[in-house]
């Protein structure tokens, strides 16, 4: 499963509701540490596939969904579990950071 574009319209449908845990990329296309770290989000997309699913969210685009999970800096990483953030991570994570994520 590749990574799905998450927006204020489907956010709830896929994130908040969700049966699986869900890893949102909060990014921007100008920001030089968010290009960096979507290599690393995709390959975790794509070894996780059906057991995590992962989103991405345009901070420039999505604002209010920005501003309702308290993203300060990006790129954010938030792990969501039964419709809440359980672990985020700020800043370039390797991909094992983003698999210690799952089991803590």
Known sequence: ??????????FETEVLHSEIPVLVDFWATWCGPCKMVAPVVAAFAEKYAGTVKVGKVNVDDE???????????IPT???????SPVKTSVGYAPLEELEAMLSE
């Open 77 to 83: 990483l938030m792990l969501f579990k039964n419709g």
């Open 63 to 73: 604002a209010e969904l920005a501003m309702r999970y308290g993203i300060m800096s």
């Open 1 to 10: 499963m590749a990574e799905i574009t998450v927006t204020a319209a489907n």
